[in-house]
C-alpha cells in the first residue's frame, strides 16, 4: 500500500523498459486470483508489441483490476482479457497522441456498476465497497496517465464491466518469430557476458551477499562495496591497474554514509564514461525517472529480481 500511495502521489514517475504485456498480464491474472473461485480467459495475439513501461505499476494496475473483477463475481465466473495492436490516428476521441499503441480490455460477468457511480469509479477514496479504501482505481488511473495511456470503463448492471486500457507501444516492430514475453533486442541473453566486472553497491549487507551469489552464478565477475567511498576506492583501483569495471549498481540511499548521487558525481570526474545503473525502493524519486540526467545509464526499482538486474547490466554493458 505504501508503494502505490508512493506512486499515486506526484512525482512517482514510472521507471521504464521494455516489457511483454502478455507475459505480464498473465502473471498478474495468475497472482491475483490464486485460490478464486473466478478463472481468466485470454486472447492475445502472438504479435502484440511490446511497451516501454514500469513493469511494478503495470502490474498495480492488472493487479488492481483482475481483484476487482473477482469481487465482482463472489459466485465464481470468468474475466475475459483481450488485448490488441491499435494505432490512433490525429483528432481520436481518446484525445491520445497520434501512434501505435497496444489495446487491453479486461472484462467480468459481475453485477455490474450502477450508471451514477460510474463516472466516480477513478476519483480518490470512492467506494462502494464497505471495506474497501476507494484508492485501486485511482492509483490505477494514475499510473495509467504517467505512461501517456488512456484508460476507461463501461459497465451494465447484472451483466458485468469492462476496462479498457490504451498504452502507447515501442516504436520497434516485433516480428512473428518472436516468442511473447522475449525482448528482440540484439546481444541480451544471447551474448556471453561471463568475466564482465561489476561493482554493486548497497548498505544492506543481505542483499548484497544474495545479489552478489546471483551474478556470479550468471558468471559476472563482483566486487561489493558497502557505500560511496568504499565503491570510489575500488573503482579507482581498477582504473590504476587497468582492469576497470564494465558497470556499476549504486544504491540511491545509503543510511550514515555517501549515497548514489554524490558517488555518480564523483565517479563521473574519475571516469566520464562509467556505466552506472541506480537503484531504489523509492520509485518517486526524480533521479529514477529521469536517471540520464543525473549521469546513470538505467534504473532498477526494488525490489527486482536478477533476470531484471542481468537485462539492464547487458544494456548498460553492451550500449542497447
Not at 477513478?122 to 465497497?129: A, E, I, Q, R
Request: with cysteine; glycine share 10%; proline share 3%.
Amino acid at each position: 500500500m505504501s508503494q502505490q500511495l508512493l506512486t499515486f502521489a506526484k512525482g512517482g514517475g514510472p521507471v521504464k523498459r521494455t516489457i511483454s504485456i502478455s507475459e505480464l498480464l498473465m502473471d498478474s491474472a495468475n497472482l491475483a486470483l490464486s485460490g478464486a473461485k473466478t478463472t481468466s480467459k485470454f486472447d492475445i495475439p502472438y504479435d502484440l508489441r511490446q511497451v516501454e513501461a514500469d513493469k511494478g505499476q503495470l502490474d498495480q494496475v492488472f493487479s488492481n483490476l483482475f481483484i476487482n473483477a473477482n469481487h465482482a463475481m463472489p459466485e465464481g465466473g470468468t474475466i475475459n482479457v483481450m488485448a490488441e495492436n491499435i494505432n490512433i490516428e490525429a483528432g481520436d476521441s481518446l484525445l491520445l497522441n497520434e501512434g501505435r499503441y497496444v489495446k487491453i480490455i479486461v472484462a467480468d460477468q459481475g453485477i455490474g456498476i450502477h450508471q451514477d457511480h460510474l463516472q466516480k469509479v477513478f476519483d480518490p477514496y470512492f467506494t462502494t465497497k464497505t471495506k474497501g479504501s476507494g484508492l485501486g482505481l485511482a492509483i490505477t488511473h494514475s499510473i495509467v496517465k504517467k505512461h501517456d495511456g488512456h484508460i476507461c470503463v463501461d459497465s451494465e448492471m447484472g451483466v458485468g464491466t469492462t476496462f479498457h486500457i490504451y498504452l502507447p507501444a515501442c516504436e520497434v516492430e516485433i516480428t512473428g518469430d518472436t516468442v511473447p514475453g522475449e525482448t528482440e533486442r540484439e546481444g541480451v541473453g544471447t551474448t556471453s557476458l561471463a568475466g564482465k566486472k561489476v561493482l554493486f553497491m548497497d548498505d544492506d549487507a543481505i542483499i548484497s551477499m544474495s545479489v552478489t551469489r546471483e551474478l556470479k552464478d550468471l558468471e559476472y565477475e563482483v566486487e561489493y562495496a558497502r557505500n560511496g567511498t568504499e565503491a570510489i576506492k575500488l573503482y579507482k583501483e581498477s582504473i590504476d591497474s587497468r582492469n576497470p569495471f564494465d558497470a556499476v549498481i549504486l544504491d540511491l540511499t545509503i543510511p550514515g554514509g555517501m549515497g548514489g548521487m554524490e558517488t555518480i558525481r564523483k565517479l563521473l570526474t574519475i571516469d566520464p564514461d562509467v556505466k552506472a545503473i541506480v537503484a531504489s525502493g523509492y520509485s518517486n524519486d526524480p533521479v529514477m525517472s529521469n536517471f540520464k540526467e543525473y549521469g546513470f545509464k538505467d534504473a532498477v526499482a526494488k525490489p527486482y529480481g536478477i533476470e531484471e538486474l542481468d537485462e539492464a547490466l547487458r544494456g548498460v554493458i553492451l550500449g542497447d
